[in-house]
């Protein structure tokens, strides 16, 4: 029976769905939760949307949808978006096509002549990998498709099934540009392999495709990028540690080696990538160098870069790794006697790397979470929900595809940095949004590995960056706003201000021009507290002290925080109201309050957010020596 007529056995139907299933399920509570920590996702659901009106520039990254990545791929998409407009359509396209991908994996071994119990293994191995589950549960990102597609072209290329190679091959250099790299590498290393074929073969299944991969590859950088990027995203900042152009790169690549060998170095001790890859699969791959060879371009491009996403599992960048590797692997298992024995092996060692790649023991550990998440989700989507849709709003990077079916939306996270996406240039906001919400506690959009978040500073290119406070402060203060304030989330909306309370403490002053005048509790009943605290400004503010609310029990210390002081208001008195509510995971008690007052960007640039000790403590303001009782 040909290969692909072959019933698909029931432990890959089985296999399949379960995945599917668990992966999309993963994957919506993390979304529905406001974990998500990228705004790949709502970039791309609000590209669609906006190309569902006729219009293409995406104010996310204030470029259209070609002008991020080469991904034609996505319009696609469009037909299923407009029917399902929902971010998690677009999660769930991807989840279904990664699912295929042991379906298609059974076939190829099979035509391999793989034994069928070996087969089966070898099939579900393609989803038991840690890395499959990691881009499974990572949000949306075209290059992900490069895994499902990548495996049906191999297989299309095998059977020698000349339409379904081309339909396939196109698909992939649709993803994403630098799949126009792998397809290069793809068509040279079989035209070498391959090379007593004959020419007309070679023609056929290598030139002509390795052709219109580098015409592709040349139009992507010489025509779409230039003309739609625009410097917005400036990915060769990437490899500024190799050189300052591209040229200078290539130079300095035969010039100063120590440099190309330092980044190697960074990638490979540094980032999980490579054994992540290779340790599943038992380290097969090595046995099959040919389609190592075909993967080392686009894993140079991948562990030259000083982003560490690029060199790990958590992110899409190991998706067209998969397929490569795992064909590498199935080939070196055709060769062996005891194929049972090794496929089930390897697909043992897939499930088991989790323990120490894979994000399995992450999710695990989120369990205990659970209640508090449910709690923090319910009252932070009903303040998101108050946000009409029609309204232009900056929000913080979990927050974004919650938001992102409207044309304008602004991730504060570029406010925070001030600097375009992978650039020294500066970001140059626009006007205001009509709402602004900032989360104090999230640590995606508040990251100082990423360096969203940081203090005063000057960039490589000797420019000076005002500090993440003094920059949303600059974005807020020339329009009034009214503010609602729970936890950690504050929702601004244009409009406006609450008055100033009179004086209520002994003044607090933390430099010349900001002064804390009144700290009082309004009011505190059984699991809630209401402030209201009131400020002097005087001048251009020069500090920008954060709030935490420190809970007592008398044996343990509980902090929330709660940010920065009235950001959004510039010279004279500002108030602000602030509603805390006690976390259900609390236990009933007489708490005593007290704030503490911190330099958030100097404590997250050195240690973290909140600081753990009070090297980074402006003030404390006990509250009124008052109690507050948790309810049951």
């Not at 692997?329 to 043992?348: C, K």
């Amino acid at each position: 029976m040909p290969a692909d007529s072959a019933p698909t056995p029931r432990p890959i139907l089985w296999g399949a769905g379960l995945f599917a299933v668990a992966v999309f399920l993963v994957s919506w509570w993390q979304w529905w939760t406001f974990q998500y920590g990228t705004f790949d996702l709502a970039f791309y659901v609000q590209a669609l949307w906006l190309a569902l009106r006729g219009k293409w520039m995406v104010s996310l990254l204030n470029v259209p949808l070609m002008g991020n990545h080469a991904e034609p791929i996505v319009f696609l998409l469009a037909p299923v978006f407009a029917i399902f407009p929902h971010p998690m359509t677009l999660v769930a396209v991807q989840t279904l096509a990664f699912a295929t991908m042991p379906f298609t994996a059974w076939r190829i071994a099979r035509r391999l002549g793989v034994e069928r119990p070996a087969a089966i293994c070898l099939a579900l191995a393609t989803i038991s990998t840690p890395a499959a589950l990691s881009i499974g549960i990572y949000e949306f990102h075209p290059e992900a498709l490069a895994a499902p597609l990548l495996l049906l072209l191999i297989e299309a290329r095998l059977a020698e099934r000349s339409g379904r190679f081309w339909l396939w091959f196109v698909a992939v250099l649709s993803v994403k540009e630098n799949m126009a790299l792998l397809l290069v590498a793809f068509c040279t290393v079989g035209a070498v392999v391959e090379w007593k074929r004959g020419r007309a073969w070679t023609l056929r299944w290598h030139f002509a495709p390795l052709a219109v991969a580098a015409v592709w590859l040349l139009i992507c950088g010489k025509v779409i990028s230039p003309a739609l990027n625009a410097g917005n995203v400036d990915y060769l900042q990437l490899y500024g540690h190799l050189g300052k152009s591209g040229g200078d790169i290539l130079t300095k690549f035969f010039t100063e080696p120590g440099r190309l060998g330092a980044a190697l170095h960074a990638a490979l001790t540094g980032g999980n990538l490579l054994p992540a890859l290779l340790g599943p699969f038992l380290l097969l791959p090595l046995l099959r160098p040919r389609w190592l060879l075909i993967a080392a371009p686009l894993l140079a491009q991948h562990l030259l870069s000083w982003r560490s996403t690029e060199w790990s599992l958590g992110a899409h960048y190991p998706a067209p790794f998969i397929p490569l590797f795992w064909i590498a692997a199935a080939e070196a298992v055709t060769r062996m006697r005891a194929q049972r024995i090794v496929s089930a092996a390897l697909l043992g060692a897939c499930v088991v790397a989790h323990v120490w790649w894979g994000p399995a023991l992450a999710l695990v550990s989120q369990v205990p979470l659970v209640t508090r998440l449910l709690a923090e989700r319910a009252w932070k989507a009903q303040m998101i929900a108050a946000v009409p849709a029609t309204a232009s709003v900056t929000a913080p990077v979990p927050y974004l595809s919650h938001l992102a079916t409207r044309e304008q939306l602004v991730s504060l996270h570029h406010i925070l940095k001030g600097l375009k996406t992978l650039s020294t240039a500066t970001y140059k906001p626009p006007s205001a949004s009509d709402v602004v919400i900032i989360d104090a506690e999230d640590e995606f959009t508040f990251s100082t590995e990423a360096g969203y978040y940081h203090p005063r500073m000057r960039t490589a290119a000797e420019r000076e960056v005002a500090s993440s406070d003094r920059l949303l402060h600059e974005y807020l203060r020339p329009h009034p706003w009214r503010a609602h304030r729970r936890n950690e989330l504050t929702v601004l909306t244009r409009g406006a201000s609450a008055p100033a309370p009179p004086p209520g403490v002994t003044p607090v002053v933390f430099d010349e021009t900001t002064t804390l005048t009144s700290l009082q509790l309004v009011s505190a009943t059984p699991g809630t507290m209401q402030l209201r605290l009131g400020w002097q400004f005087a001048g251009e503010r020069t500090r920008f002290p954060w709030m935490m609310l420190v809970l007592s029990d008398g044996e343990h210390l509980y902090r929330f925080v709660k940010g920065a002081g009235a950001m959004e208001f510039g010279a004279g008195a500002a108030g602000e109201d602030w509603t805390f509510v006690l976390p259900p995971w609390m236990r009933p008690h007489h708490y005593e309050a007290f704030a503490i007052f911190y330099d958030a960007s100097e404590a997250a640039w050195r240690e973290k957010l909140p600081p753990d000790d009070g090297t980074f403590e402006l003030q404390r303001v006990e509250l009124g020596g008052r109690e507050w009782r948790a309810g049951e």
